[in-house]
């Protein structure tokens, strides 16, 4: 490849969400020369749909009894046994610190009538701990400071520019990227430190919460520049999204956990509770127990409704309801519904990938001059299933920390010299049809998998998938949901046992031989396979 046009930066940061921002204004105030790129307008990650708000346990501000070490027991209760137990610590303690440097640029939480931030509690917290802004508007207040902090000059930001491929040395360091600009044409961004903040895969299935930009990118991008995945056969589907009718397809409206949070509880079509003796904590319990238990409830249906259940709010306080859920109140009025006096419909869909690149708290990956943050990102924070409002503070936290530690190894010589690049031309990848796809992973790959589905998938994949240049977004797109979701088929397949969100139908119990970490990485010929079990302890 002849490359049209270059820059050059000490550290590119791809991706716009609370990670990515986070980190690039942390390095800018490092007095590191940073490009931030988005393959999107910088407002289309998924930062903005996060509704709940951010679990933080902040000084003289929670409940009686609550504590740092409440927040990490929870944490590591939901995790199924797989989370890093001091990556946990680690980022947890963080958390205070975050949140005020957060709000020191500007983001504006509610205010509780003693004054103190206003909090309140989801599926998995044993404490009203989630701190929220605009009532469920929390990721969107705070992509607007961060985006506002950003683009007042200090960080420069490349939108409609997509990463396609790792630049690397002949050592196989990484030192920049191959992008396309919004009319394909090729580029190189060269950089001693690459950071990625993509977010996640929700796009691998046919109904999602997700943005239409989820199509793990960076995920793919990390794979073929050598790094090992994480934990990506752990997929959590968030268990009330808003039903708006039979094949829905792409993003679909969140109804926020808090809604159940303040009271609002799960039934089917008779009416009948679909929590109640499922979990001590009921409609709280973890967002796996939710959704397997609302999956089952719709195979069972004996009302006729196989495809949702219902949330009842109708007991709610109607002004609550209004003033402290504007965003889901507007979604459910859009499909007819008034949540004061109907049921809201609602479904599980895919929501949040537990998994990712094996990082370190610090953002470090098994990949000179390669680092990864946010849902892109396996920290060792979420284990099998992450516990709710956990992932806009893993942002804020890892983040700020990447950027430190990027900071740290460029003054210490650690990362390879960008002259020493070898350039190569557009990659050339399998690409399977995304429809297909998506069909494929939703029906055999979602809630509830078994061996022969999942060869079913892996048969589909091989059949469909045509080795293509990757010289268009949408090719670059396509290719990375066909690789990773080959990498989540192969975790999936050799995880036999159900632990969190991976949910084996012919394994249904869990099993104490598999609690480890799974890593993928890519063989020789490309092809993603088991690496060496990574270990439960990540580097804090």
Not at 74 to 81: I, K, M, N, R
Not at 130 to 158: K, N, Y
Request: with cysteine; hydrophobic share 45%; aromatic share 2%.
């Amino acid at each position: 490849m002849s490359p049209r046009w270059e820059a050059r930066a000490d550290v590119i940061v791809v991706g716009t969400g609370v990670a990515g921002l986070t980190a690039a204004l942390e390095a800018r105030e490092l007095g590191l020369r940073v490009l931030v790129i988005t393959k999107a307008a910088a407002s289309a990650g998924n930062t903005r749909w996060a509704q709940g708000g951010v679990a933080v346990v902040l000084p003289d501000e929670h409940d009686e009894g609550d504590s740092v070490t409440a927040h990490i027991e929870d944490t590591l209760v939901a995790g199924g046994g797989l989370c890093a137990d001091d990556a946990v610590a680690a980022i947890l303690a963080d958390g205070a610190d975050a949140v005020t440097r957060l709000r020191e640029l500007g983001a504006v939480f509610d205010p509780g009538a003693d004054g103190n931030l206003a909090r309140t509690r989801e599926g998995g917290h044993s404490a009203f701990r989630v701190v929220h802004a605009g009532g469920d508007a929390t990721g969107a207040e705070i992509e607007r400071a961060l985006l506002s902090a950003a683009q007042d000059g200090r960080v420069p930001l490349l939108e409609n520019h997509i990463a396609v491929d790792a630049v690397r040395t002949a050592t196989g360091a990484v030192v920049g990227l191959v992008v396309l600009d919004q009319n394909g044409v090729p580029g190189v961004v060269s950089a001693p430190a690459v950071l990625l903040a993509t977010g996640g895969l929700g796009q691998l299935y046919q109904a999602t919460s997700n943005p239409e930009v989820a199509t793990a990118d960076g995920l793919a991008l990390a794979l073929r520049a050598g790094a090992p995945v994480a934990d990506v056969e752990f997929v959590q589907f968030h268990p009330t999204v808003l039903y708006t009718g039979p094949g829905a397809r792409g993003r679909c409206p969140l109804v926020t956990e808090a809604v159940r949070g303040e009271g609002a509880v799960l039934v089917d079509a008779l009416g009948e509770r679909v929590m109640k003796g499922v979990h001590p904590r009921e409609d709280l319990a973890p967002r796996d127990v939710v959704a397997a238990a609302i999956t089952r409830r719709m195979a069972t249906e004996p009302g006729g409704v196989g495809d949702h259940v219902y949330l009842d709010a109708t007991h709610l306080d109607t002004e609550l309801f209004r003033r402290r859920f504007p965003t889901v109140l507007a979604a459910c009025q859009s499909i007819g519904v008034d949540p004061s006096a109907d049921p809201i419909p609602v479904s599980p869909a895919a929501h949040f990938a537990c998994g990712g690149v094996a990082s370190t708290v610090d953002g470090r990956t098994g990949v000179i001059g390669l680092y990864a943050v946010g849902e892109v990102a396996r920290t060792g924070l979420h284990g099998a299933n992450r516990l709710a409002s956990n992932s806009l503070l893993e942002g804020l936290v890892v983040g700020a920390r990447a950027a430190r530690a990027i900071a740290a190894d460029i003054a210490a010589c650690l990362l390879a010299d960008p002259r020493a690049a070898v350039r190569a031309p557009l990659p050339t990848a399998p690409v399977a049809d995304r429809d297909v796809l998506q069909r494929v992973m939703s029906r055999y790959a979602g809630i509830g998998r078994d061996a022969e589905g999942l060869a079913v998938v892996g048969s589909v994949l091989d059949v469909s998938a045509v080795d293509t240049v990757l010289k268009t977004k949408q090719r670059v797109e396509d290719a990375a949901l066909t690789l990773v979701a080959r990498a989540l088929i192969a975790a999936a397949s050799a995880r036999t046992e159900s632990r969190g969100c991976h949910v084996r139908t012919d394994f249904p119990d869990s099993d104490p031989a598999w609690q480890h970490s799974l890593a993928v990485r890519l063989n020789p010929s490309g092809q993603p396979v088991l690496a060496a079990p990574t270990s439960l302890r990540s580097a804090a």
